[in-house]
T-cell receptor, first 114, second 111 residues
Framework: KNQVEQSPQSLIILEGKNCTLQ??????????LRWYKQDTGRGPVSLTI?????NTKSNGRYTATLDADTKQSSLHITASQLSDSASYIC?????????????FGAGTRLAVHP | DAGVIQSPRHEVTEMGQEVTLRCKPI?????LFWYRQTMMRGLELLIY????????DSGMPEDRFSAKMPNASFSTLKIQPSEPRDSAVYFC?????????FGQGTRLTVV
């Protein structure tokens, strides 16, 4: 069983609409949780990073939330744009781990249509 | 800074040939990572270096894979001999603290 599970696997929305992506994890304890955006043919780019003690972090139209009790995180995209079309990857770092312990989710593929 | 630079962007090679992927990390970063991404398995860490020294290569699939970092500004990932199942996108990333910055990747196709 994957320690970081994301849903939905893929999502299609219309430009201007909001959407929320989910990340459930079993990694415990953990040091931080990141959301990355990966455009097609490009490398992942960090959107937000939250430590275990934080419960929300915003980056422009992107807002990430974290509930350490239920081990859930969400990424909310407001007023979506065509350029938001990408894969969004949730990444968890275990508390005792070094960099080699990054645990990646499979990603949610988002398509924003005009 | 131009970010993490990888070359080539695309590589098509025949099975059995040697393939060398290259990476230039961001100046000042002391960690360098090599990842492989496939549709089936997502992003997998192959190996990472700290201050040019390999720290953990447990993700390297087999002896056909090797990686070097001769200096702080350059690293290579070599596959010899290559096989069709090695086809994937290979990412290099560098870091100075907690955030890793990824290159644009090398799409490798082994036919």
């Amino acid at each position: 069983k994957n320690q970081v599970e994301q849903s939905p696997q893929s999502l299609i929305i219309l430009e201007g609409k909001n959407c929320t992506l989910q990340c459930n994890y079993t990694v415990s304890p953990f040091s931080n949780l990141r959301w990355y955006k990966q455009d097609t043919g490009r490398g992942p780019v960090s959107l937000t990073i939250m430590t275990f003690s934080e419960n929300t972090k915003s980056n422009g139209r992107y807002t990430a939330t974290l509930d350490a009790d239920t081990k859930q995180s969400s990424l909310h995209i407001t007023a979506s744009q065509l350029s938001d079309s990408a894969s969004y990857i949730c990444v968890v770092t275990p508390f005792s781990g070094g960099y080699n312990k990054l645990i990646f989710g499979a990603g949610t593929r988002l398509a924003v249509h005009p | 800074d131009a970010g993490v630079i990888q070359s080539p962007r695309h590589e098509v090679t025949e099975m059995g040939q040697e393939v060398t992927l290259r990476c230039k990390p961001i100046s000042g970063h002391d960690y360098l990572f090599w990842y492989r991404q496939t549709m089936m398995r997502g992003l997998e860490l192959l190996i990472y270096f700290n201050n040019n020294v390999p720290i953990d290569d447990s993700g390297m699939p087999e002896d056909r894979f090797s990686a070097k970092m001769p200096n702080a500004s350059f690293s290579t990932l070599k596959i010899q001999p290559s096989e069709p199942r090695d086809s994937a996108v290979y990412f290099c990333a560098s870091s100075r603290n907690t955030e890793a910055f990824f290159g644009q990747g090398t799409r490798l196709t082994v036919v």
